[in-house]
C-alpha cells in the first residue's frame, strides 16, 4: 500500500523543481539494472532531502546505506563549500555503479565512499561532529544506527530516518519481525528526551529527529 493517495502524490509531484538530467538517468538505470529499485529514494523524497539538507547548510554529512546514490548526491546539494558526504554501503558490487553516478553529477569530489558493515564503518570514522545523517539500511538495525550516530552529531544536528512507516503496518495490527522493529524504534525515539522528533508522511515516512 501506498502511505498517500495516488491523485495526491501525482499533484505534490507536479509542484516541486523537476529532476535533473543526472538524476533521471540514474532513477532509470537503477529501475532497469538493480534489484529491489523501489528502494531508490525517488525524485520527491529527493527534493526532501535536498532541501532540509540546504536549510541545515552542513558541513559533514553521514549516510547509512548508499544503494544506486541518488539519495547521497541530493543531500550532498546542501553542504557547504569544502563540505564533505561520508556514504556507508555493504554492497561492493555497487562500486563501479556509485563511482559513475557521483561522477556524472559531480559529486565525486564531496563524496567519500565506504564499503562494509555499517557498526564498523562508523567506529572507524574520525569525524565526530556531523550536521546530518541519514539512515537509510537494514530495518532491524535502525535503532543500533542512531545509538551510535547520536554523539557524532552536533547539538541542533538533523538525524533522518526512512521508511518509519512501514507501508502503514506499523499502526496496524501485524506482528512481523520488520514492523515489530520499526515500531519499537518510533516508540523508542518518541521518549528520548535528549532529542526533538517528529514523523514526516513522506513516501514511507521520514522521522525527522534534531538532537537538543
Request: with cysteine; proline share 3%; hydrophobic share 40%.
Given at each position: 500500500?501506498?502511505?498517500?493517495?495516488?491523485?495526491?502524490?501525482?499533484?505534490?509531484?507536479?509542484?516541486?523543481?523537476?529532476?535533473?538530467?543526472?538524476?533521471?538517468a540514474i532513477?532509470?538505470?537503477?529501475?532497469?539494472?538493480?534489484?529491489?529499485?523501489?528502494?531508490?529514494?525517488?525524485?520527491?523524497?529527493?527534493?526532501?532531502?535536498?532541501?532540509?539538507?540546504?536549510?541545515?547548510?552542513?558541513?559533514?554529512?553521514l549516510e547509512?546505506?548508499?544503494?544506486?546514490?541518488?539519495?547521497?548526491?541530493?543531500?550532498?546539494?546542501?553542504?557547504?563549500?569544502?563540505?564533505?558526504?561520508?556514504?556507508?554501503?555493504?554492497?561492493?558490487?555497487?562500486?563501479?555503479?556509485?563511482?559513475?553516478h557521483f561522477?556524472?553529477?559531480?559529486?565525486?569530489?564531496?563524496?567519500?565512499?565506504?564499503?562494509?558493515?555499517?557498526?564498523?564503518?562508523?567506529?572507524?570514522?574520525?569525524?565526530?561532529?556531523?550536521?546530518?545523517?541519514?539512515?537509510?539500511?537494514?530495518?532491524?538495525?535502525?535503532?543500533?544506527?542512531?545509538?551510535?550516530?547520536?554523539?557524532?552529531?552536533?547539538?541542533?544536528?538533523?538525524?533522518?530516518?526512512?521508511?518509519?512507516?512501514?507501508?502503514?503496518?506499523?499502526?496496524?495490527?501485524?506482528?512481523?519481525?520488520?514492523?515489530?522493529?520499526?515500531?519499537?524504534?518510533?516508540?523508542?525515539?518518541?521518549?528520548?528526551?535528549?532529542?526533538?522528533?517528529?514523523?514526516?508522511?513522506?513516501?514511507?515516512?521520514?522521522?525527522?529527529?534534531?538532537?537538543?
Amino acid at each position: 500500500m501506498e502511505i498517500l493517495p495516488q491523485d495526491l502524490q501525482d499533484y505534490l509531484d507536479a509542484h516541486l523543481d523537476p529532476e535533473t538530467p543526472g538524476l533521471q538517468a540514474i532513477n532509470r538505470e537503477t529501475y532497469l539494472k538493480v534489484l529491489k529499485p523501489h528502494m531508490l529514494s525517488g525524485h520527491y523524497q529527493g527534493r526532501v532531502l535536498s532541501m532540509l539538507s540546504k536549510m541545515v547548510a552542513p558541513k559533514l554529512i553521514l549516510e547509512i546505506g548508499t544503494f544506486t546514490g541518488y539519495s547521497a548526491i541530493c543531500l550532498a546539494e546542501g553542504l557547504v563549500e569544502g563540505g564533505v558526504l561520508h556514504t556507508i554501503e555493504v554492497n561492493r558490487e555497487f562500486e563501479e555503479m556509485l563511482n559513475s553516478h557521483f561522477k556524472s553529477t559531480n559529486v565525486d569530489k564531496k563524496i567519500k565512499l565506504h564499503f562494509g558493515a555499517a557498526e564498523g564503518v562508523i567506529a572507524d570514522l574520525e569525524e565526530n561532529n556531523f550536521d546530518l545523517v541519514f539512515i537509510d539500511a537494514d530495518k532491524r538495525n535502525n535503532f543500533a544506527y542512531f545509538e551510535l550516530v547520536i554523539d557524532k552529531v552536533r547539538p541542533g544536528g538533523l538525524i533522518i530516518i526512512d521508511n518509519v512507516l512501514w507501508k502503514g503496518k506499523v499502526y496496524g495490527n501485524e506482528k512481523d519481525a520488520d514492523t515489530v522493529n520499526i515500531r519499537k524504534l518510533n516508540e523508542q525515539i518518541a521518549v528520548n528526551t535528549t532529542v526533538e522528533k517528529l514523523i514526516l508522511p513522506i513516501r514511507d515516512g521520514l522521522l525527522i529527529i534534531r538532537k537538543k
